[in-house]
């Protein structure tokens, strides 16, 4: 990609031409027909205005665009140049098939950001299925459309959201490993109580016997092999304490 080079440009160029920054396209200055221009390395690249003309867009590509920008506002102040000089729009954010970074263009000349055209191709773009992905698309061009919008505030909005997003799935988490922990406790209760019927029934059989040595009317062992928990507890009761 190319574009002439104007006059004022010659600290910001410099700094431009001579230094690999990340999330910058590298550029370098070359004179053709007495004319200066900027010639931009986009070898294996395509512009997202182009990638995503025959796909849609998801929570994560628009994330990792806006995530992108705002890390390449922090790198360009080491070397000195003005953010108001990166071209915003979708046909200069170039991402590469092998990676999913984002590179810009760095033009230095009297141009100031605008996001206007981002955000509307966030809108225009966006899969319409993908609940988050719409609602980060609106908030970005709601954002977008203040005066004094800072790209910070949207950083600061997707942080708030992921992080409520992850206490629910930890609760659910929580919740989970409870009941799992409860099984076996219920089982525990089973057995000991099942332990304790065995024990009743010894004891019934044993006064059985008893009662029936003594010539005492009894039940007979299939109606007792048959009886209910309550009638366990019922004849059990009347037995043990005869």
Known sequence: ?????????????RMLCENKIKGLLSAHGSTFDGKEELYYEISSKQPISRIYSKKQMCYEDIK?????MDSLFQEIKKYLLESSHILLGPDYCYCSPDSNKTEWVF??????????E????????????????????????????EENFVLQEIILY??????????KEEKTIVIEEEEEVLIPI???????????????????REKTTFL????????????ISMMSVEDWESFAEEKIHY
């Open 64 to 68: 990792r665009i806006i995530f992108g």
């Open 107 to 116: 033009y230095p000349d009297d141009t100031t950001n605008n996001f206007m």
């Open 212 to 223: 029936k040595d003594k010539h005492l009317p009894v039940k007979s062992g299939s109606e």
């Open 186 to 204: 219920r089982e525990n209760v089973y057995e000991e109580k099942e332990s304790l019927w065995n024990k009743m029934k010894t004891i019934i």
């Open 1 to 13: 990609m190319i574009l002439d080079v104007k006059e004022g440009m010659d600290y910001q160029l």
């Open 158 to 167: 997707v942080e708030e959201l992921e992080k409520c997003e992850e206490g």
């Open 118 to 145: 981002l955000a509307e191709f966030f809108l225009e773009h966006v899969d319409h299925k993908d609940e988050r992905g719409v609602e980060l698309a609106y908030k970005f061009f709601k954002c977008a459309r």
